[in-house]
């Protein structure tokens, strides 16, 4: 389904995505987690063609991302509000990606159905602009259009991000079975490790933009592997935070006995 080649992006002197080779199957669930800046949401909009790569190349189904616009048609995606046409209220921009890949109203409004406990009857029917909603809400608007067109491919970003945990559990659940029933490959990112180990049972673990770990997860098997290695992250980050603290301390204390030293020669 996807090949990663040779991928890199760079932001200055910063390395955001590195990777040599990767690929992810067609039917695959896959979570990509990693802590902030660890390069998710960069890698997701060069597999987009959101973003030029410095190196490489993304293939969806052996098209290249950056020189066909073919992986469009059966691919749906959602990382930021900023995919939402805010002016249009839901119903207007629902109809608007229905028509794009050539749905009917009708047909629309039939693929809503499976939605309606997930928008809990405060998306649908509330006559205001999607700029108008909150943040939860135009969260879901933005999921429920990725997947409108039944993609065999769907990319979301933090798709947890904003939700109440009703919704949440509504989402997990509706992504399992839109990958079951539909043999669609669902890529997810999060910084909740719970839900994506609950949800994937493949996951990529990232670091600096590499792809450190690609871990098979069975009966939630990969939630003691990653839970080891973030906690790793923070005790070494609490063990430089208290060096920076000691070597400041120690930085005054010479400054003080040192004034002390001056004024006692002065004297």
């Known amino acids: 389904m996807i090949r990663i080649n040779n991928l890199q992006k760079n932001f200055g002197t910063k390395k955001a995505v590195d990777i040599e080779n990767y690929t992810i199957g067609q039917g695959d669930m896959l979570g990509l987690v990693g802590n902030n800046g660890a390069g998710k949401t960069t890698l997701f909009r060069l597999i987009l063609d959101l973003l030029q790569a410095d190196r490489g190349n993304v293939t969806i189904n052996d098209i290249d991302v950056s020189k066909s616009e073919d992986w469009k048609n059966f691919t749906g995606a959602f990382i930021d509000d900023g995919f939402l046409i805010d002016y249009l209220t839901p119903e207007e921009y629902f109809y608007f990606i229905g028509k794009m890949y ?78 079951e029933e539909h043999g669609a490959t669902v890529i997810i990112s999060s910084h909740n490790l719970n839900h994506t180990v609950d949800v994937c049972p493949r996951i990529a673990l990232l670091e600096n933009g590499v792809i450190i770990r690609d871990i098979r997860n069975e009966n939630n098997s990969a939630e003691q592997e ?16 208290e ?23 002065e004297a």
């Open 102 to 179: 050539g749905l009917k109203k009708e047909e629309v409004d039939e693929r809503l159905l499976p939605f309606e406990r997930f928008m809990n009857g405060e998306v649908i029917g509330q006559k205001k602009f999607i700029r108008n909603y909150s943040a939860g809400n135009k969260q879901k608007i933005g999921i429920i259009s990725a997947m409108l067109h039944h993609p065999q491919l769907l990319i979301l970003d933090e798709p947890f991000n904003f939700l109440d945990p009703s919704s949440q559990s509504v989402i997990k659940h509706l992504l399992k079975r839109y990958n």
């Open 226 to 241: 990653l839970e080891a290695y973030f906690n790793v992250g923070v005790e070494e980050e609490a063990v430089v935070e």
């Open 243 to 265: 060096t920076v603290v000691e070597a400041a301390v120690e930085e005054i204390t010479e400054k003080e006995d040192k004034t002390v030293e001056e004024k006692n020669s």
